[in-house]
């Protein structure tokens, strides 16, 4: 047996199932990145911000929300892609390694949006997974599609980089501080399944999503297969409290003794592969 032949034998192939969430993460926090925007704001000053997560899903392809290029309820600029753009992906697994990659991507030719979903789908180059014989990123790391309809009650995990801010050594933009990166995971529940003309299946969940988890993969614990992906929240005001001003301010700055104040319930919400697997298919992205 060759030596190339031992080290395949030697290494563990990943499960079809996973006995619990921690063996899940195990197999696949290496497929998840985050988003990072560069935008040239003038001749000698790039503006870096992190915009979500995405993750591998079959070799070359990235998925992620589309919401992150091309935002429908923020119509200033810099919720919108520009060609010109650069980005990074970036990646610190809880393992001590990390991995930075920057690129450019262009609309409909490497970054294709389906906006009804919210779903986006990036085009990798060959060099993000290795270039001259060394191996950046593992062709195996990358989440499967489940794309039939999922009931109340299933356990699922989340995954992603919410509140991140990528800074630089020295200002050198090649030096991403990728220590400041950290991948987070969260699991819960499906509590509540409806649909939605025009988009398709909504999945809630009993999980908290922050800013930076927008585009995160959500799984079935089960199999480790992506069900959805993170979209945002839905919040509802549930109650409305009168609460007193405090005396200082009454003083100073409001002439009302109190004040009413909403209580709500959020909601975390993602589209459903059952409704995305067309377009996923589309790009080679199948079960």
């Known amino acids: 047996m060759s030596k190339a032949a031992r080290k395949a034998a030697a290494t563990p192939s990943r499960p079809l199932q996973f006995r619990d969430f921690a063996e899940c993460a195990h197999w696949l926090r290496h497929g998840v990145f985050a988003i990072v925007r560069g ?3 003038s001749p000698n000053n790039t503006q870096w911000l992190a ?8 070799k070359g392809r990235m998925v992620t929300a589309a919401h992150i290029f091309k935002d429908p309820n923020n119509p200033h600029p810099l919720g919108q892609h520009q060609d010109s753009d650069n980005y990074y992906l970036l990646r610190n697994d809880h393992e ?3 991995f930075a990659f920057v ?3 262009t609309l409909n030719q490497t970054l294709f949006l389906d906006q ?12 993000f997974y290795g270039a001259g014989g060394v191996v950046h990123n593992r062709s195996s790391s990358f989440f499967r599609v489940a794309t039939h309809r999922l009931s109340i009650g299933t356990d699922v995990g989340v995954f992603g980089y919410p509140l991140i801010q990528l800074e630089f050594e020295n200002r050198d933009v090649t030096k991403p501080k990728i220590g400041d990166v950290i991948l987070r995971v969260d699991r819960g529940v499906i509590n509540a399944g409806f649909d939605i003309p025009n988009v398709g299946r909504i999945y809630e969940f009993t999980m908290s999503f922050n800013p930076g988890n927008s585009g995160g993969p959500i799984v079935d614990i089960r199999t480790g297969r992506f069900i959805s992906i993170v979209k945002g929240y839905r919040p509802v005001t549930i109650d409305v409290v009168e609460k007193d001003v ?5 003083v100073k700055a409001y ?5 009413l104040e909403p ?24 079960p």
């Open 246 to 250: 405090p005396q200082g301010l009454q």
């Open 39 to 41: 935008r040239e704001t």
């Open 103 to 105: 690129f450019k991507l």
């Open 255 to 259: 002439s009302e003794k109190s004040y």
């Open 51 to 58: 915009r979500g997560t995405g993750f591998l899903s079959n």
């Open 263 to 286: 209580r709500t319930a959020t909601y975390s919400q993602g589209v459903g592969t059952v409704s995305t697997a067309a377009f996923l298919a589309q790009h080679g992205i199948v």
């Open 96 to 98: 001590g390694e990390g």
């Open 116 to 127: 009804p979903t919210d779903t986006a789908v990036i085009y990798l180059p060959d060099n």
